[in-house]
């Protein structure tokens, strides 16, 4: 092994040890904090100073990110001003490892006088910041990863996933399901793949070719044409889809039966049990129907409860929306 992996080596163990260790150390306490976070009629209003503060950026931006309302505080702003963006009813998630940061130190009394609670995230239950506290979440970790014990390392991992598994605990507890993480990310893959339906991407109206079992093959394929569509659905009496009849399949028609095959039962030439979807799902969940099994065609046709097709969609459609795979993920 080399010397730079044999680094990168020790420093992740290290790290991961001193995370089994706070995850040992977890105790009633962070249940109380969760109960808080919940109940909260305000914000989380999170503060940190310089590494602390970073990865106070990142809790609160998780937590919002999750339905709990957060933003950042600044300490140092914070004195000259941006104090205004707490307010009471909001809890406070002070991050510092000491807990004596100077800046921390001089803004504590004034933000316990406008938030409800504080919370302190610290390695040192004694210091200024853990005495401030109405709780304290305990991020104290044996050593920094660091080779000379003092750049911040393990101590704002530490801070980082208990963080991590603070916002998810408060999600849970909410009750937040996926239908409201999307509401809370509308752009990008992500939002669209839990949002967009697929009424909101069909092809419906003059854009869908209808046709009854009794027209011809000339019939049908004149549908298709007027429509710009790329299959026409054959439907019965009742209006119930019986089959489609695509492009693939009028060609492959005219090479069995020949020039005849215009004037022939669009029955005989249509794919009869197509592939379709059902009511109104998830387009992710359409994009899914198309890559379940052999692709036949482009375009599937989507139908009622009643089995009455209400339009068309194309692959050309989901990917053009940016419906992807569920194997791609948002940064």
């Keep these: ?51 602390s503060g970073h990865v106070g950026r990142k809790i609160a931006a998780t937590l919002a990110s999750t339905g709990t309302p957060a933003l950042f505080l600044h300490p140092a702003e914070a004195m000259h001003g941006d104090l205004g963006m707490a307010a009471p009813g909001d809890t406070a998630l002070v991050l510092s490892n000491s807990g004596e940061s100077d800046e921390l130190r001089a803004l504590l009394p004034a933000l316990k006088r406008r938030v409800s609670c504080l919370i302190a995230m610290t390695g040192r239950r004694e210091s200024t910041l853990g005495r401030a506290a109405d709780f304290i979440l305990d991020t ?93 659905c054959v439907v019965d009496g009742q209006g119930r889809l019986v089959g489609v009849l695509s492009d693939g399949d009028s060609r492959r028609f005219f090479v069995q039966i020949g020039p005849e095959a215009w004037d022939r039962p669009v029955t005989e030439a249509m794919t009869q049990n197509p592939r379709l979807i059902e009511g109104d799902p998830l387009a992710a969940e359409a994009m899914e129907s198309f890559e379940s099994g052999p692709l036949r065609f482009g375009d599937m046709p989507i139908v009622d409860s009643e089995g009455r097709p209400v339009g068309v969609l194309t692959l050309k459609d989901l990917v053009r929306a940016g419906i992807l795979p569920p194997s791609s993920r948002d940064e």
């Design 1 to 51: 092994m080399s010397q730079a992996r044999a680094h990168a080596h020790r420093v992740l163990q290290e790290e991961a040890e001193a995370l089994l260790l706070i995850a040992q150390r977890l105790d009633a306490t962070f249940d109380t904090v969760v109960e808080q976070l919940v109940s909260s009629t305000g914000r989380v209003v999170v503060s940190g100073m310089g590494k």
């Design 140 to 232: 104290s970790v044996p050593r920094e990863a660091c080779p000379m014990n003092l750049a911040p390392t393990t101590s704002t991992t530490a801070m980082l996933a208990l963080g991590d598994a603070l916002a998810v605990a408060v999600m849970e507890a909410r009750g937040f399901r996926s239908e409201d993480y999307a509401r809370l990310h509308p752009a990008g893959s992500l939002g669209r793949r839990l949002l967009l339906k697929v009424s909101d991407l069909m092809r419906s109206g003059d854009e869908l070719a209808v046709v009854p079992e009794s027209v011809t093959v000339h019939d049908a394929m004149t549908a298709i044409t007027r429509a710009r569509a790329g299959l026409a």
